[in-house]
């Protein structure tokens, strides 16, 4: 049977996708492993992420442009874009929509320190200051 083909990037695929997204611009597979390489021990071969890399670019995760007899690899999607997506994807599946039950596993998992705390606080407040705006504007039409 074959296996679906995934939405969301893999951690092999995520991982690259953190490397590209720390960068200031284009990367060569090369320029990626040697990032991989700084990561993991034992190292990774160049095929191996030639290959992952080609197979993101296949999967639209990746945007690729020769460069001389190589190519130049960017992310297709910012950051928070794909983080947001995934999350998503996390929040439906795993929670059935409930972000508080998702946001009580993830205290539960991370231990955040009182500074992380209270910048959640902040969010919190913010996003319900936002909300309360959103309400008074949809009221008045």
């Known amino acids: ?15 690259i996708l953190k490397i590209l997204w720390d960068r200031d611009g284009p990367a060569t597979v090369r320029d990626v492993l040697a990032e991989v390489n700084r990561r993991h021990e034992p190292p990774r071969a160049y095929t191996s992420v030639m290959s992952l890399m ?11 442009t020769p460069r001389g007899r190589a190519f130049a690899y960017v992310p297709a999607s ?5 983080l947001r997506s995934m999350l998503g994807e996390t929040l439906e599946r795993a929670y ?46």
Do not use: C, F, W
């Open 78 to 82: 910012p950051r928070e874009q794909t």
């Open 1 to 15: 049977m074959v296996r679906p083909r995934a939405e969301h990037p893999t951690p092999g695929e995520l991982e």
């Open 54 to 64: 080609n197979v993101m670019a296949d999967k639209g995760l990746l945007r690729r």
């Open 96 to 141: 059935q929509g409930s972000a508080s039950l998702l946001v009580a596993h993830l205290l539960d998992q991370s231990t955040p320190s009182a500074e992380e705390l209270d910048r959640i606080r902040a969010l919190l407040d913010g996003y319900e200051s936002r909300r309360a705006g959103e309400a008074r504007e949809g009221g008045d039409s």
